[in-house]
């Protein structure tokens, strides 16, 4: 068996083809299961996985899988690596990914070659002939539910929060903001969040009320937007926009020669709607809203300015704790990201139906 892996379309089909002619190959997104008997290689395995999962038949066809150097020890498989980005909310989309991750753990363990691919370049990780404990590749990784202390995947986050909230000891919180500052921590392992995240006067609350009144969610990135639980804003009728990757907005920014993360707040600016900003990336972002604001042009419900980096980051984020009437929650100094963004997000989500 042999294995090829890498991101999203980086080449890794192309890639088998010329490496690997004259085969016949299956497609994991639509072909029958039983197809991993016979083909000679099956491409998009991580979608051959999700679609067993979704039909509950991951007995039958994951121990399949699993042993399948040994029914079809001709195949090449492919398969994309998943597991990087943010945690997903969803219990099902966890386990998936981990499901992912143990299986292509364990093909790598038996397969006699492993090639990653990036960018239509292969490099070749596990080479022929060369023993797996050679390699630091475990000759048959155990199933995850008999590791000793394996607790189900829905116990989890659970457990986590059971920990945080143990380590937190007496560090005060602000009252009705705990879950927020927990679930920051819960993604990102610091603690810190604990002492810098500053919210204004019942912002929870005030968020919450708009959200409920239909308000839609404006991020200055694709992560963010991904890792917000759009399922549950559209339940009170908003949703997440990102005009960052908007063909109008590359085109002003470009001749401007400003930013497409201020451009793209303008954008936002011209919508007639209720809007909460989530800023996790572009400080530009921020301290164009801060503008766009004192010019009257816009007054949102709400400002989560949590950018990460070093130029403007911290002058930016000050500039939002100034404005007058506008809640925000706001992570002083250096610190943020997308995921945090998406992570207050939801946690503010997740609070009104605790």
């Known amino acids: 068996m042999k ?3 890498g991101g999203s379309f980086q080449g890794k089909l192309d890639y088998a083809r010329r490496t690997y002619p004259d085969i016949s190959w299956a497609d994991g997104s639509d072909c029958p299961f039983e197809a991993l008997k016979t083909c000679g290689g099956i491409s998009h395995l991580e979608m051959y996985i999700r679609r067993v999962m979704e039909a509950g038949k991951e007995e039958e066809y994951l121990e399949l899988l699993s042993e399948i150097a040994g029914i079809n020890p001709d195949i090449v498989v492919i398969c994309d690596e998943i597991g990087y980005g943010l945690v997903p909310a969803d219990p099902f989309e966890r386990r998936y990914r981990e499901t992912v991750g143990r299986i292509c753990g364990r093909l790598a363990a038996d397969a006699s070659r492993v090639d990653r691919v990036v960018c239509g370049i292969a490099v070749t990780i596990k ?7 050679q390699q630091n590749i475990p000759l048959r990784p155990e199933r995850a539910d008999t590791l000793p202390g394996q607790i189900p995947p829905e116990e989890i986050e659970k457990k986590s929060f059971a920990i945080i909230t143990e380590e937190l000891g007496d560090i005060p919180l602000v009252p009705g903001t705990e879950a927020i500052v927990k679930r920051c921590i819960h993604t990102s392992a610091d ?10 006067e019942d912002v929870a609350g005030r968020i919450q009320e ?22 549950r804003l559209l ?5 997440v926009h990102c005009f960052m990757s908007d063909e109008d907005v590359a085109q002003e920014a470009k001749r401007r020669g400003i930013t497409r993360a201020a451009v793209s707040m303008e954008k936002a600016a011209k919508r007639n709607e209720r809007l909460i900003f989530a800023i996790g990336n572009a400080p530009t972002a921020l301290i164009r809203l801060y503008e766009l604001i004192r010019e009257g ?12 980096g070093f130029v403007n980051v911290v002058q930016s984020k000050e500039l939002i704790l100034t404005l007058p009437d506008i809640p925000y929650i706001v992570a002083r100094g250096r610190k943020g990201g997308s995921n945090i963004a998406a ?3 939801n946690a503010l989500l997740y609070m009104m139906e605790s």
């Open 3 to 5: 294995m090829i892996v």
């Open 127 to 133: 080479k022929e002939g060369q023993a797996a404990e």
């Open 191 to 200: 603690f810190e969040y604990a002492r810098n995240l500053v919210f204004s």
């Open 210 to 231: 708009a959200i409920r009144g239909g308000a839609s969610i404006v991020t200055d990135t694709q992560m963010a937007k991904a890792g917000i639980n759009k399922n």
């Open 235 to 239: 339940r009170y009728g908003g949703e």
């Open 297 to 308: 042009r816009i007054r949102p419900e709400a400002i989560i300015a949590v950018p990460v």
């Open 343 to 345: 992570c207050i997000c």
